[in-house]
């Protein structure tokens, strides 16, 4: 499961609340991902980062933002949660010779009512 | 035109058949491909890549790549009805960050 954990697993929240999902890898990689999982989408990249502090913007990346102050964790936050942010949000990380290769967190479904 | 196309299906195969999933990607600069498996309710899993062109088997999978046509598959031999799920082609392009671009998906039936 190349050592990622994602928290929380599930999470119901209000429109108009901050909302923030930790990503956290075990296994020293430079490169971590944040994605959105919606039907009709597929999976859409919100934020990447390639380093400590070094972060940058995806496809659709308008209401989030990122932070990783260390290179085990990953956080994505929501400022003020909006229902078509309801989804499914993955974290991954790169590996392999090229760091080509993503592998995926388990996932965490959010829920903004 | 979308950067990744797949074909969203369902794709319905009997058990023991050949199942035949198909990829198009427009960045004539793509050097790598991906192929992940995702069962419903579950997260993407890392099932082949490739990086020549040609064939790359491994068990069961087969990823053909054809670079000049643009073109990646993914050919599932006595398909089983545990291969039931969604699958995933995804590309890294001409750029150095490791991102890659996903296809949405296609959905495949194994019936038993």
């Known amino acids: 499961d190349a050592g990622i954990t994602q928290s929380p697993r599930h999470k119901v929240t209000e429109t108009g609340t901050p909302v923030t999902l930790r990503c956290h890898q075990t296994e020293n990689h430079r490169y971590m991902y944040w994605y959105r999982q919606d039907p009709g989408h597929g999976l859409r990249l919100i934020h990447y980062s390639y380093g400590v502090k070094d972060t940058d913007k995806g496809e659709v990346s308008d209401g989030y933002s990122v932070s990783r102050s260390k290179t085990e964790d990953f956080l994505l936050t929501l400022e003020s949660a909006t229902s078509s942010q309801t989804s499914v949000y993955f974290c991954?990380?790169?590996?392999?010779?090229?760091?080509?290769?993503?592998?995926f967190g388990p996932g965490t479904r959010l829920t903004v009512t | 035109q979308k950067e990744v196309e797949q074909n969203s299906g369902p794709l319905s195969v009997p058990e023991g058949a050949i199942a035949s999933l198909n990829c198009t990607y427009s960045d004539r600069g793509s050097q790598s491909f991906f192929w992940y498996r995702q069962y419903s309710g579950k997260s993407p899993e890392l099932i082949m890549f490739?990086?020549?062109?040609g064939d790359k088997e491994d068990g069961r999978f087969t990823a053909q790549l054809n670079k000049a046509s643009q073109y990646v598959s993914l050919l599932i031999r006595d398909s089983q009805p545990s291969d039931s799920a969604t699958y995933l082609c995804a590309v890294h392009g001409s750029s150095n960050t490791g991102k890659l671009i996903f296809g949405q998906g296609t959905t495949l039936q194994v019936k038993p």
């Open positions: 490739i990086y020549s062109n």
């Open positions: 991954a990380i790169s590996a392999g010779s090229y760091d080509y290769e993503q592998y």
